[in-house]
């Protein structure tokens, strides 16, 4: 989406944030509508994944063959029309994911903009595009009421899951079930019988789960997300070239290696540090002397952003080794939803969103990437999320 589109939506996002729904948007180009085809985009490929809706990393190619057929609701100003929401993965172009609304014409021109919700049994979409549309959002009238309908089934699982984490906290510490970092996150998934999978940030029915130990010195920054740069656009172009002109020699590990935090306000000790650009359209690592190293499309990261946390519980752990094992209590839960995305620009150059890197060279010679990952401390949530609930599990 373009900057044009954030502007637009941003009218918006209180009253989806009221709702606390999960969405997703999508914005149909003049040559998209003239061949009735969407690129299904990265958050819109997670949003369906997320809510068990469809995964086209599991989908074969070609339209015929592999394609699949989506139930879908249009709400409009004053009634709901049925329509179907093609899937598919051609043949051509590696398979890049597709979709279309068949009958979506009707109710729509180019360059529009929908937004797409759901009741985990099939898509209900608006054209927020459309004056009639935006008037019923806007006054609560028959759009808004039909997306509270979803909401309300919505909180219900909020509280199933703050249940969920209550039951194990009242448990006191659990041995983990894997040693190191990941042990605090994987440990609750598995308590909360969520199976593991590949996708490296589990979440409960659509809601975002983010578990992290508590830090003696409340050092604690929670991961918004991590993501590779736009290599065909910056100035490095590998991992390795990264590694290469940045990282250093690690005695304890016997490698070359490159794990640090990167702020906008000063340098770091590699002489990097970040910027964005004059247009506010692009993140930017710089080197003191080299200039411009990796790069991000930023609204592709305020898209992502945005449907990553469309709602997110971070969990706070006391942890504490018994026996040799690490242990763990869950003691606290922070539940935001619908982050603020135009913020993100003013919190990464004020210091309170920073970049880490996390690469090395393995054994073999071949680079390994752990960490592109925009952090946030957890006591500055409120300047991202409106109205983050607190919950102090050990007095509850």
């Known amino acids: 989406m373009n900057k044009e589109n954030w502007v637009a939506l941003q009218e918006y996002l209180p009253l989806f944030s009221e709702l606390n729904l999960d969405m997703s948007f999508l914005y149909i180009t003049e040559t998209g509508y003239g061949k009735g085809i969407m690129d299904a985009t990265l958050p819109v490929r997670n949003f369906l994944r997320k809510n ?35 899937l598919y993965r051609p043949k051509t172009k590696n398979g890049d994911p597709r979709i279309w609304f068949r009958g979506i014409k009707k109710y729509c021109d180019a360059n529009s903009f929908i937004a797409l919700a759901t009741d985990k049994k099939q898509l209900y979409i608006l054209n927020l595009t459309d004056d009639a549309t935006k008037h019923s959002l806007s006054t609560k009238g028959y759009v808004y009421q039909t997306l509270l309908g979803l909401s309300q089934e919505k909180q219900s699982i909020a509280r199933e899951l703050y249940d969920k984490i209550k039951d194990i906290h009242n448990k006191g510490f659990i041995p983990t079930v894997v040693s190191g970092d990941t042990g605090v996150g994987m440990t609750l998934e598995h308590e909360l019988d969520i199976p593991p999978n590949s996708y490296a940030n589990p979440d409960y029915k659509g809601i975002e789960l983010k578990a992290s130990r508590k830090k003696i010195k409340n050092k604690t920054r929670n991961v918004l997300f991590n993501k590779a740069p736009d290599w065909e656009n910056s100035q490095c172009k590998s991992t390795k070239e990264i590694i290469d002109k940045y990282g250093y020699y690690s005695d304890e590990k016997d490698r070359m290696q490159l794990y640090c935090t990167i702020y906008a306000l000063k340098p770091n000790p590699q002489g990097l540090y970040l910027d964005i650009d004059d247009n506010e359209s692009t993140l930017k690592v710089m080197h003191t002397t080299d200039g411009e190293v990796v790069e991000w499309d930023l609204e592709y990261l305020k898209e992502l952003l945005l449907n990553k946390h469309a709602e997110t519980f971070w969990v706070e752990a006391e942890s504490k080794f018994i026996d040799d094992v690490e242990h763990f209590q869950y003691n606290k839960i922070i539940h935001t939803r619908q982050p603020h995305v135009n913020f993100i620009t003013s919190l990464i150059m004020s210091n309170i969103i920073t970049l880490d890197f996390g690469m090395h060279i393995k054994p073999n010679g071949s680079p390994y990437w752990r960490l592109f990952a925009l952090k946030i401390h957890k006591d500055n949530l409120n300047m991202l999320f409106p109205e983050p609930k607190e919950y102090d599990l050990t007095t509850q």
């Open 52 to 86: 068990n809706l469809h995964d086209y990393e599991k989908q074969g190619q070609g339209q015929k063959e592999n394609g699949v057929e989506l139930q879908t609701q249009m709400i409009l100003h004053d009634s709901t029309v049925e329509l179907t929401a093609s």
